[in-house]
Every structure is written in structure tokens, then in C-alpha cells.
């Protein structure tokens, strides 16, 4: 089984400033890892994913994220953040074997970008 | 080409009531989800069916939560004497059968208020 722990909930940062969302997972296996998007009133999209390889992953609209063993971790970032970037994102894991389906998430962070 | 959809997008329903929310996944999906979205809650897997395989039914909260998928396709989640503690925002997703990839097209959801 794995676990996924959002450490912020709400985190707010004034538009052009960088930003990171944190993520840590716990897990007995090897993973895939996952940061969702959902904008308001609207449905969970795909930002990025880490299923192997580079540690450093980038995605959609700016953002990267980098996959950490050691510290279990894959915390999101953007260097300068808009004022559309407001939204929750969701960090979930997945089990990397052949009979693993379910996709775990975290909390969710709820960014607000202030202008 | 059409994502995946769910109806109604807003139920209201009184307490006692049976609701069923409905889901429509991508053409060519065979596995499907069902999640629970709940305020602060993050997201909660209820049910997961792929193929003809028997579903996985491991996450639904109680007796009352069923779901069945007619014809590799269209599923629908039902809720019998709804409760207050049902009111969420219910989720489907799909995807294509796992490989590495892993990704999950996500609906824009249904939310349900029991009054």
C-alpha cells in the first residue's frame, strides 16, 4: 500500500515569484508519481509524471518536478507563477508492478497566486 | 476527440433517497474508476473496474455504495438511503489497460448534496 502526505494546504505567493509545492510519499514498492491540476469548477487534468529515468520531470505549463528516493519525495516548482496557476494540485503515487491500478493522492494543495 | 463525462453535474437529493451518477469513459477504455472527492478530504478511491475482470469494490465506504459497468462501458454508481456524510463531488476516470504509462483521464464529476 502506499501513502501520499501534502505537507500545505493552502499555500499563496504573489504572481511572477517561484514557488514549490511539497510532496512525500510512502510506499513498500516501486513507484510512479503523479501531480494532478484541478482548476476551478473544472475536472482533474495531468501535469506531469515520473515513471522512470530522468529524476527531473517536466510538465505543462511551466511546471517540473523532481523525484527524490533517498527523501522520498517529488515536490512541484515554478520558477514565476501567473495569475491563471491558481488551482489544487494533487500529488498521488501508483504501485510500478504489473497488478497495481489504483492511484493514491494526497490532500491536495490549494495555490493562490496574489497579484 | 469527447473526454470522459458524468451526469448529472449537480444532484440534490434528501436524506433517505437513492441516487445513481452516471459515467460515460473514453471510447476504448477498459478500465474505469470511481472516486469520492470530499471538502479537504483529497481523493478516495471507491471502485475500480478493468475489462471483464470482477471489480476491485475495496474502497467503497459501505453496503449502501454500489456500482456495476454494462457492456465494458458506460457504469453507474449507486447510492442506496443517501446521508449527509455522501455529499461530495463523485469522480470517474479512465484509461486505457495499465501499461507504463498510467495516465487517467479524469470527468468533471458530479456533485451530490444530501440535504
Known amino acids: 500500500a502506499q501513502s501520499v502526505t501534502q505537507l500545505d494546504s493552502q499555500v499563496p505567493v504573489f504572481e511572477e515569484a517561484p514557488v514549490e509545492l511539497r510532496c512525500n510519499y510512502s510506499s513498500s514498492v516501486s513507484v510512479y508519481l503523479f501531480w494532478y491540476v484541478q482548476y476551478p469548477n473544472q475536472g482533474l487534468q495531468l501535469l506531469l509524471k515520473?515513471?522512470?529515468?530522468?529524476?527531473l520531470v517536466k510538465g505543462i505549463n511551466g511546471f517540473e518536478a523532481e523525484f527524490n528516493k533517498s527523501q522520498t519525495s517529488f515536490h512541484l516548482r515554478k520558477p514565476s507563477v501567473h495569475i491563471s496557476d491558481t488551482a489544487e494540485y494533487f500529488c498521488?503515487?501508483?504501485?510500478?508492478?504489473?497488478?497495481?491500478?489504483?492511484?493514491?493522492f494526497g490532500k491536495g494543495t490549494k495555490l493562490s497566486v496574489i497579484p | 476527440g469527447a473526454g470522459v463525462s458524468q451526469s448529472p453535474s449537480n444532484k440534490v437529493t434528501e436524506k433517505g433517497k437513492d441516487v445513481e451518477l452516471r459515467c460515460d469513459p473514453i471510447s476504448g477504455h477498459t478500465a474505469l474508476y470511481w472516486y469520492r472527492q470530499s471538502l479537504g478530504q483529497g481523493l478516495e478511491f471507491l471502485i475500480y473496474f478493468q475489462g471483464n475482470s470482477a471489480p476491485d469494490k475495496s474502497g467503497l465506504p459501505s453496503d449502501r455504495f454500489s456500482a456495476e459497468r454494462t457492456g465494458g462501458s458506460v457504469s453507474t454508481l449507486t447510492i442506496q438511503r443517501t446521508q449527509q456524510e455522501d455529499s461530495a463531488v463523485y469522480l470517474c476516470?479512465?484509461?486505457?489497460?495499465?501499461?507504463?504509462?498510467?495516465?487517467?483521464?479524469f470527468g468533471p464529476g458530479t456533485r451530490l448534496t444530501v440535504l
Open positions: 515520473y515513471l522512470s529515468g530522468s529524476t
Open positions: 476516470a479512465s484509461s486505457t489497460p495499465f501499461r507504463t504509462s498510467g495516465r487517467m483521464y
Open positions: 498521488a503515487v501508483r504501485g510500478s508492478g504489473a497488478g497495481s491500478y489504483q492511484l493514491t
